[in-house]
């Protein structure tokens, strides 16, 4: 079993719509989790750190769900530049282990 | 502020020659790290260090080698390169505590024909 898996998509939605990506781990003990964003051919990006209570960045929502062992990222009136690749991590505090999802790929169409 | 600067940005490669990428942070990180990335194989760690004189192998080592000289620079060596380490490697640096997260320099694309 894969330690971060993801929905590869693509998902593909209209300008202004709500998307919602989520990703499991299946390291109960896991302790800090991210969102990062990818476009072709470019690093990977920090897009938001998540944390236990849930939080919040503009039209970027992420929450933590320790019990299913999920993470969610939730986008709000989606705009072109948003279509790029998620890329989910998580790291239970062993920093030589950051746990990488394969990426869940984002189209945003006019 | 630079952040993690890595160095070529692309090369190619004759199979057998030696090569090392470079990569340098400025934000004082504890932790330093490399990746390589492929199509459907995602991001895997191939060699990491936590501090400055210490390094360790992640999940795909061989044929790479790295050295942790001073806390600014990890520089990656292929000892002589073969056509399967054709990918794109990313340098990456955390503070290496808590809830730090990665942060990637621009990569460095390698072709070895």
């Known amino acids: 079993r894969k330690e971060v898996e993801q929905d590869p998509g693509p998902f593909n939605v209209p300008e202004g719509a709500t998307v919602a990506f989520n990703c499991t781990y299946s390291?109960?003990?896991?302790?800090?989790f991210f969102w990062y964003r990818q476009d072709c051919r470019k690093e990977p990006k920090l897009l938001m750190s998540?944390?236990?209570s849930g939080n919040e960045d503009g039209r970027f929502t992420a929450q933590l769900n320790r019990a299913s062992q999920y993470i969610s990222l939730l986008i709000r009136d989606s705009k072109l530049s948003d279509s790029a690749t998620y890329l989910c991590?998580?790291?239970?505090?062993?920093?030589?282990?950051?746990?990488f999802g394969s990426g869940t790929k984002l189209n945003v169409k006019p | 502020i630079a952040g993690i600067t890595q160095a070529p940005t692309s090369q190619i490669l004759a199979a057998g020659r030696r090569m090392t990428l470079r990569c340098t942070q400025d934000?004082?990180?504890?932790?330093m790290y490399w990746y390589r990335q492929d199509l459907g194989l995602g991001l895997r760690l191939i060699h990491y260090?936590?501090?400055?004189?210490?390094?360790g192998k992640g999940e795909v080592p061989d044929g790479y080698s790295v050295s942790r000289a001073n806390t600014d620079d990890f520089p990656l060596t292929l000892a002589s390169a073969v056509p399967s380490q054709t990918s794109v490697y990313f340098c990456a640096s955390s503070q290496g505590r808590g809830n730090s997260p990665l942060h990637f320099g621009n990569g460095t694309r390698l072709t070895v024909t």
């Open positions: 991590v998580v790291n239970p505090y062993n920093f030589n282990k950051f746990y």
């Open positions: 390291n109960s003990a896991s302790q800090s």
């Open positions: 998540v944390y236990s």
């Open positions: 260090s936590n501090t400055a004189g210490t390094t």
């Open positions: 934000m004082r990180h504890n932790a």
